[in-house]
C-alpha cells in the first residue's frame, strides 16, 4: 500500500455539489481517492509521500475522447488540404511501421497529453488492416506511459470509399490506389479472432487498459462487422468506439448506401447504445441527435480539428440541450497539431456564439469543463472518473497558480476553460502514480523519445515513398 497526501492546494472537485476547496488535502490510497476535505488531512493516516500543494490548483485529470497514436509525428502537416488529400497523406506518415515504431508513436502522444494535465484517453488505432503484433505493441507502448487508456481497434471491412475523391482521377493513379495492400478490408471471421483474443489478452490490464471494437466509420464497414462489435462489446462489456458522420460526404455516402442515415440505420440494426462514442458527430439531424440522447450513446466532439481541416461544425449547443451526452478530443495530430485538450475545451466553448443570438444557448466554460471529464469517463465507461471523491481513481493534475493567466485566481473553471495552455501544469497523478512532476514526464525518457522519433521519421518517408507519391498526386487532382 501507498498513501500520497496533497495539502495546502485549492481543490476543484468537480463532485456532485462542485465544491471548491481554498487550501485543502486530497488523500490517495493505492490508485484510489480516500479522502478530500476543506483543511488540513487530521486523520490517522501516515502518509509516504506528502506533496505540498500551496499555489496549486488540484483539478481531476483531463480525458481526451479521441485521438490517434499513429498521426503523433504530423504536427504542423497539410493546410488547406482536400479531406481526401488529407487522408492519403495521413496514410503515408502512418502506415508499415514496426512494432517499435508503433511504441515511439504511442510514447509521443503520452508526452503530449500527460504534460497537458490530460490522464485518460481513447486511442483509436491504427489507420490500416491490423494484425495481433500490431495490438500487442501499442498496448504495451500505452502500459510503459501510465496513462488510462481505451485502445480501440480500429478496422474497416468494406470500402473505405470516402477517401476516394469524388473528382475524376487519371486512370494510372486511380489503379495505384486500388492496389495499397494495408486498405484492403479485413474480413469479419479475421476481425473476430483478432478482436476476441486482444480483448482477452488486454481488457482490463493493470486496471488502467481497456480495449474496444472500433468501426473506422461505420459506412466503411458491413452490417455483419457492426453486429459483431456489438455482440463482444455486450460479451466482454467494453464500449464501441467509431468515428461518425465526419464529413458531409460521409453523411451522403451513408444515405446512399442505406437509404437513411447512418444512426438511423445502427438503430434498424438493433446495435446503438450508450456503449457507443462517436466521435466527430458533425452532419446529424434532428432525429439523429435524439436517438444518440434516447439510446445514451456519447459523442464526441473534436471542434479544433473540424475547424482546421474544415469538415463542418458540430451542433453541440443542440445536443446539449437534446439531451446528448457530449465527451471532447483533440483528434489525432493529424488534424489538429497537439494534444492540449484545454484548447479543445475553449474551442467548443466559442466556436458557435458568434452564429448564436441567444445568450442562454451558449456552451459555458462548465459545460465544456464537463464534456472532457464527465462526458469522457462515460466514453470511456469509468464512472468515477473526472471528478476528485473518496472512491474515485486518483487521477490529477496540479497547476501553478504562478502563472499569468491564473493570476489571479478568479474563477477555476473559467480559467481552465478560458485560459489554461495546459503550460501551467506542474504534477499528474495517474491512478495514484506520479507520471508527471515538475513538468517532466517519470516514466519514459522524452529526450530520447525525440531523437528516435526523427530518425523514425526520416526512415518512413523512404519507406513509404509510393504512398507519398500518391498523396502529393491526389493533393494534385483534389487541391
Ligand atoms: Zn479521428
Known amino acids: 500500500m501507498t498513501t500520497t497526501l496533497i495539502r495546502d492546494a485549492t481543490i476543484l472537485t468537480l463532485d456532485a455539489a462542485e465544491r471548491i476547496f481554498a487550501r485543502g488535502h486530497v488523500l490517495v490510497r493505492d490508485g484510489t481517492i480516500v479522502a478530500v476535505g476543506d483543511d ?52 503515408a506518415h502512418t502506415s508499415r511501421r514496426t512494432p517499435d515504431e508503433i511504441r515511439l508513436a504511442v510514447l509521443l502522444t503520452a508526452w503530449g497529453l500527460m504534460t497537458s494535465g490530460t490522464t485518460a484517453a481513447i486511442d483509436h488505432f491504427p489507420g490500416q488492416r491490423f494484425t495481433a503484433a500490431d495490438m500487442d505493441a ?37 489503379d495505384r490506389m ?3 495492400e494495408i486498405l484492403k478490408p479485413q474480413g469479419v471471421d479475421e476481425l473476430r479472432d483478432l478482436m476476441t483474443d486482444t480483448i482477452a489478452r488486454w481488457h482490463g490490464r493493470a486496471g488502467r487498459l481497456s480495449v474496444f471494437p472500433a468501426p473506422s466509420n461505420p459506412d466503411r464497414c458491413t452490417d455483419a462487422a457492426l453486429l459483431l462489435c456489438a455482440e ?94 457530449l465527451a471532447l478530443g483533440t483528434d489525432g495530430a493529424s488534424a489538429n497539431d497537439n494534444m492540449v485538450l484545454h484548447e479543445a475545451m475553449r474551442a467548443v466553448a466559442t466556436s458557435h456564439r458568434a452564429g448564436e443570438q441567444d445568450r442562454s ?24 472518473l473526472g471528478t476528485i471523491a473518496p472512491g474515485a481513481p486518483a487521477d490529477l493534475a496540479l497547476y501553478r497558480l504562478d502563472a499569468p493567466w491564473w493570476v489571479p485566481l478568479n474563477d477555476p473553471v473559467a ?31 522524452t529526450q530520447a523519445l525525440a531523437e528516435e522519433v526523427r530518425a523514425m521519421t526520416r526512415s518512413l518517408r523512404k519507406r513509404n515513398a509510393d504512398l507519398f507519391d500518391v498523396a502529393t498526386e491526389i493533393a494534385g487532382v483534389v487541391p
Not at 419 to 443: L, P, Q, S, Y
Request: charged share 20%.
Open 138 to 174: 501499442v498496448l504495451a507502448a500505452w502500459e510503459e506511459t501510465g496513462l488510462r487508456v481505451a485502445l480501440g481497434m480500429r478496422f474497416f471491412d468494406g470500402a473505405f470509399s470516402d477517401i476516394f475523391p469524388d473528382a475524376p482521377l487519371p486512370d494510372a493513379l486511380r
Open 232 to 325: 463482444l462489446a455486450e460479451r466482454h462489456d467494453t464500449g464501441i468506439h467509431t468515428h461518425l458522420l465526419e464529413t458531409r460526404r460521409q453523411a451522403a455516402l451513408a444515405l446512399e448506401k442505406y437509404g437513411e442515415t447512418a444512426v438511423r440505420h445502427l438503430e434498424t440494426l438493433g446495435v446503438l447504445s450508450a456503449r457507443w462514442s462517436c466521435a466527430h458527430s458533425i452532419w446529424l439531424d434532428d432525429a439523429d441527435i435524439d436517438l444518440l440522447a434516447a439510446r445514451g450513446a456519447v459523442a464526441v466532439l473534436n471542434p479544433e480539428s473540424n475547424a482546421r481541416i474544415g469538415t463542418g461544425l458540430a451542433r453541440a449547443p443542440e445536443m446539449l440541450r437534446r439531451g446528448v451526452t
Open 178 to 180: 486500388a492496389q495499397v
Open 415 to 445: 480559467q481552465l476553460v478560458f485560459a489554461e495552455t495546459g503550460g501551467a501544469v506542474d504534477t499528474v497523478m495517474i491512478d495514484g502514480k506520479i507520471v508527471v512532476e515538475n513538468r517532466k514526464v517519470t516514466t519514459f525518457d
Open 40 to 91: 488540513d488531512y487530521a486523520g490517522p493516516e501516515v502518509p509516504d509521500r506528502t506533496l505540498d500543494g500551496a499555489s496549486r490548483l488540484v483539478a481531476p485529470g483531463l480525458i481526451n475522447a479521441h485521438t490517434h497514436s499513429q498521426s503523433s509525428t504530423m504536427a504542423g502537416f497539410g493546410d488547406r488540404l482536400s479531406h481526401p488529400a488529407f487522408m492519403w497523406l495521413t496514410q
Open 361 to 384: 444557448r451558449w456552451i459555458t466554460a462548465r459545460d465544456a469543463l464537463r464534456m472532457a471529464t464527465a462526458g469522457g469517463a462515460a466514453a470511456l465507461r469509468r464512472p468515477g
